[in-house]
């Protein structure tokens, strides 16, 4: 549990830009607020490109899985009504065609129906919603502690006053750019290691946050501050004896990149942002793949107003261990491209 707790830690590195003070900007609120949002709404449009020649790809059925995943583009608005009821509907465009889906889900249930399919996918989830609303609290008592200790980028800048639009709504907030380039992850680790090893309080609530966690999951283990001091110090030792075989590997190469552009409002509540992520230095053993990128664009509405979430409109489900046979009868053959896709892979 202590390696998957820190693994998390360590990959929001990759994913928050500061923590200090740009131009007077306090870019810690913007974190802290994405941790006590109730409700909102939000439009997401991720795409994926991939670059490979197909001569250099050996094994057939991985190039049908790159043919199928290039240029791939995903769209999903989602709606969340409170912590534990949510919806997300949208499409997947793919060479082949759209594949339309709908997601609900409250504190009993979720409900998935892809690719307009005459049953919907429904799956008990007892219990989740106060888990979820457990988790949610325990995330705003730990970030404040955590956050305050990631180091900033070497890249970094704030404009002020920026106006802008956001789902038709003109807004006026703070534009936030930052880059982080792969050879500079190794040092901001690091830094963030340390910076969190010495935080007696930092400490404190993460071993208090991961005692309420282990209690959740019905754990007795319990960890303390001291606990989790050494365990950054032993991590820390092992990360510097594996770094130069990652080096090698390209894991590191600063052809290898992030960068993102933030809008926040005067609240600093993160209402719009693009994100780029470039991998161009790959292991060679990857199977003739030779880079990825990645690219996220995001706008947020309705922050802790009254959201509705969307209900799913089937009267007939399958369960979650329906066999693919009972879900393939479901879909439209001649017209769904999930079921083309599917019957493709068999």
Same mark, same amino acid.
């Given at each position: 549990?202590?390696?998957k ?18 131009? /007077?900007? $306090? ?11 109730? &409700? ?13 020649? *197909?001569?250099?790809?050996?094994d057939?059925e ?11 583009k ?5 709606k969340? #009504? ?6 997300m509907? /949208? ?5 082949? /065609? ?8 409250d ?36 970030l ?15 404009q002020t006053?920026v ?11 703070? +534009? ?7 050879? !500079?992850v ?13 935080? #007696?309080?930092?400490?404190? #609530?993460?071993?208090a946050a ?5 209690k ?6 319990v960890?303390s501050?001291?606990?989790l001091? #050494?365990?950054? *110090?032993?991590?820390?030792? !092992? ?5 130069p %075989?990652?080096? +090698?590997?390209g ?7 992030l960068?993102?552009?933030i ?6 509540? %993160? ?5 780029e992520?470039?991998? $161009? ?5 990857n ?7 990645l690219?996220?664009?995001q ?11 969307q ?9 979650e261990d329906? &066999? ?13 491209v999930?079921?083309?896709v ?5």
């Amino acid at each position: 549990m202590f390696k998957k707790l820190f693994l998390v830690i360590i990959a929001s590195i990759f994913l928050m830009t500061a923590c200090d003070s740009v131009k /007077g900007v $306090n870019l810690n609120q913007m974190f802290l607020n994405n941790s006590k949002i109730q &409700s909102a709404q939000s439009y997401t449009v991720v795409s994926l490109n991939l670059a490979y020649n *197909k001569s250099d790809v050996k094994d057939k059925e991985y190039l049908k899985v790159l043919n199928l995943l290039n240029n791939m583009k995903l769209h999903v608005q989602t709606k969340m #009504q409170k912590a534990d009821t949510f919806s997300m509907g /949208g499409f997947v465009q793919l060479s082949q /065609g759209k594949i339309p889906f709908q997601l609900y889900s409250d504190n009993k249930q979720m409900v998935l129906l892809l690719d307009q399919a005459s049953k919907a996918i429904r799956i008990p989830v007892q219990g989740a919603g106060s888990n979820k609303t457990l988790v949610q609290n325990i995330q705003s008592k730990l970030l404040p502690s955590v956050v305050k200790d990631l180091p900033n980028p070497n890249h970094i800048n704030v404009q002020t006053n920026v106006n802008y639009k956001v789902h038709g709504d003109n807004v006026q907030g703070h +534009k936030i750019h930052a880059e982080v380039y792969a050879n !500079e992850v190794p040092g901001l680790l690091i830094k963030f290691l340390d910076n969190l090893g010495k935080d #007696q309080n930092a400490l404190n #609530q993460l071993a208090a946050a991961m005692n309420e966690l282990s209690k959740m999951t019905g754990d007795d283990t319990v960890v303390s501050a001291t606990d989790l001091k #050494q365990l950054i *110090k032993e991590f820390k030792d !092992e990360f510097n004896k594996s770094l130069p %075989e990652m080096k +090698k590997s390209g894991m590191f190469d600063k052809r290898n990149f992030l960068k993102t552009d933030i809008l926040v409002d005067k609240n600093f509540n %993160e209402r719009k942002s693009y994100t780029e992520i470039k991998l $161009n230095k790959l292991p060679e053993d990857n199977g003739g793949l030779k880079g990825i990128t990645l690219k996220v664009t995001q706008e947020v509405w309705s922050i802790n107003k009254n959201v509705k979430a969307q209900k799913i409109n089937r009267t007939k489900f399958l369960s979650e261990d329906a &066999s693919e046979n009972e879900f393939l009868a479901t879909l439209d053959k001649k017209h769904s491209v999930l079921y083309r896709v599917i019957k493709s892979f068999n």
